[in-house]
């Protein structure tokens, strides 16, 4: 292998928060730069990739997008696991929407079970502020701010996946927020691709 060559860094980012905050949205809108009008509910969890380069570094965002309705809590424990940040997704005009915060942050923790859960990354996205010129907003940008301090001042963003309002801006922060828990990723990934291979050979022999 090139010692020259770049290094490459992979890392697993959960997008949680209640349906129709616009996760999916989010998504699509850095990934493939486009919105969908029409709402299509995720069905379980579904993930993005995107590349992007961050100092000297090359590194994929694995952006896993679960479903907000309760029905598919069950699915946590194996899509947080091994995740380096989670994203956690309101919408400014709805205030439940924020109030649930609480519960995903600590369904996260729970199912995905950190080695430091206090240490652990999360970043705050407030979506939908283009929605009436601004005059539905339900949550004001100082209540969610407080959060964030009351949760160890966790960064904060607000945006419009629709108008393409500091998407870009948020997801870099994500990369960068995750890629401080890359190096316990990296004895993670190896194991998991090991398992993975062992599996393979085992299924081969038994053919």
Not at 60 to 66: F, I, S
Not at 171 to 184: P, Y
Not at 195 to 200: Q, R
Request: glycine content about 6%; charged content about 25%.
């Amino acid at each position: 292998m090139d010692i020259s060559m770049k290094r490459r860094t992979l890392l697993k980012v959960i997008v949680l928060g209640d349906s129709g905050v616009g996760k999916t949205s989010l998504m699509n809108q850095y990934v493939y730069k486009k919105f969908h009008r029409q709402y299509k509910a995720t069905i379980g969890a579904d993930f993005v990739t995107k590349e992007l380069q961050i100092d000297d570094k090359l590194v994929t965002l694995q952006v896993w997008d679960t479903a907000g309705q309760e029905r598919f809590h069950s699915l946590g424990a194996a899509f947080y696991r091994g995740s380096d940040c989670c994203v956690l997704v309101y919408d400014v005009n709805v205030s439940k929407s924020f109030e649930t915060l609480q519960n995903w942050h600590e369904e996260f923790l729970k199912q995905a079970d950190p080695t430091d859960p206090e240490a652990f990354p999360f970043v705050l996205i407030g979506n939908k502020i283009d929605v009436d010129g601004g005059n539905s907003r339900a949550v004001s940008e100082k209540k969610a701010r407080e959060w964030c301090a009351s949760k160890g001042n966790i960064p904060y963003f607000e945006t419009s996946a629709k108008e393409d309002y500091n998407v870009d801006e948020a997801f870099l922060c994500i990369a960068k927020t995750g890629m401080i828990n890359e190096h316990e990723q990296d004895i993670y990934f190896q194991g998991i691709s090991e398992s993975v291979s062992e599996a393979e050979q085992r299924g081969s022999c038994a053919c």
